[in-house]
């Protein structure tokens, strides 16, 4: 599944390192000068859950395979970007094809990195985005219009709809507020989609600090955290230096890293975390001699849907699915314990799909 999250901000905030981070690689460039990402890069990111490893060491798998999920390194923005400044319209037109925005804000002073407006603000920078993804936005909803006032003279149904969803987008986007703001109902969600507009897509906030503040945050990142809190939405206090410094190291030696400056575990774990339930991202698992694997879902899924994230013929002749609780597994020391505990359940097609769950799918084609 391509769940692609991209990571968004002023020129020198750290979105490189980051993304280097996250990655263990060197493929983003990190340097010292506005659009030294000229391509969006793109990191394929394991989802850490200890789950896995505990029903791996159960199960006696020989292989263990995480669940994944995409990040998107996406070249600096600066003002105009909406009219073409800098590489604007090539940069905008990357984080159309995302499905989240993390904002990454710069909260940390250092006199050998420039900032593009001379001072540290992380809200101004914040501000400074979103209104560039907003001015894009409502020229794209302003494009869209004369072509469907023919067919509104037509009195058709989809287009009435879209114009309706459209007025409602420019409205809020005029007001100052984003897209994500404007409250959609069930039926008008699809229609709604097809816009593709930037600010409706989800928002994680990632305030980035020094490292002495790696552990606390500073007054920058309270600023930021704020921010979420007051519009529902999620922030990261983290240290892209430090996350890139312990990428490469082994997990001892992360290990007492992290202990030194009083984390618990990286920050990139939580962003990843918190990416993956941005998303509304869900796990259930597999498990067996030759493998013990984590599979991605969305929230509401049902049974045959999250077999077809397997393959195509386990949704198209689903059967039923041996399921059990992640709990249930491990109390029972697994399956056949579970078996022998009555734990392990017979799920057919309207079964909902639940974090954590171990399954066993049957199908026929």
């Known amino acids: ?20 981070a996250l990655t263990k690689t060197a493929n983003a460039q990190a340097a010292n000068y506005p659009f030294c990402t000229i391509e969006p890069n793109v990191g394929d990111v394991a989802v850490p859950d200890h789950r896995l490893d505990t029903i791996a060491k159960i199960g006696g798998s020989a292989q263990i395979i995480p669940a994944r999920m995409n990040f998107v390194d996406i070249a600096g923005l600066v003002k105009g970007a909406s009219q073409g400044e800098g590489m604007g319209n090539q940069f905008l037109a990357n984080i159309r094809e995302t ?64 114009m309706r969803l459209i007025e409602m987008a420019i409205a809020a986007l005029e007001d100052g ?45 309270a600023k930021v955290v704020d921010h979420a809190e007051s519009e529902g939405a999620q922030a990261v206090i983290i240290s892209a230096q430090i996350e890139s410094e312990m990428a490469v190291l082994e997990d001892e030696e992360q290990a007492e890293y992290l202990d030194a400056i009083g984390l ?61 609780a992640y709990d249930d597994y491990v109390s029972n020391h697994g399956e056949q314990g579970a078996k022998e505990a009555g734990k392990v359940r017979q799920e057919g097609k309207d079964y909902v799909v639940q974090d954590g769950d171990i399954m066993l799918f049957k199908f026929n084609v």
């Open 264 to 324: 618990t575990e990286p920050g990139l774990n939580r962003l990843i975390h918190k990416g993956y339930a941005l998303l509304d991202l869900r796990t259930y698992f597999t498990v067996g001699p030759k493998e013990a694997r984590a599979w991605t879902f969305q929230t509401g899924w049902k049974a045959p849907r999250c077999a077809g994230v397997i393959h195509g013929d386990f949704e198209k002749g689903f059967i039923r699915a041996e399921t059990t």
């Open 177 to 221: 507020k984003p897209a994500r703001t404007v409250e959609i109902d069930e039926e008008d969600k699809k229609a709604w989609k097809m816009l593709q507009l930037l600010t409706s897509k989800p928002v994680l906030y990632v305030a980035n600090v020094d490292e002495d503040s790696a552990a606390t945050g500073n007054d920058f990142s």
């Open 99 to 162: 499905d989240a925005i993390i904002y990454v804000l710069r909260c940390f002073e250092d006199e050998d990195i420039t900032h593009v407006d001379g001072r540290i603000d992380p809200m101004s920078d914040f501000e400074t985005i979103e209104t560039e993804l907003m001015l894009a936005d409502l020229e794209s909803l302003e494009k869209r219009k004369p072509g469907l006032e023919k067919k509104l003279k037509q009195k058709d149904a989809d287009a009435l709809q879209t």
């Open 1 to 20: 599944m391509g769940f692609k999250c991209g990571i968004v901000g002023l020129p020198n905030v750290g979105k490189s390192t980051l993304f280097n």
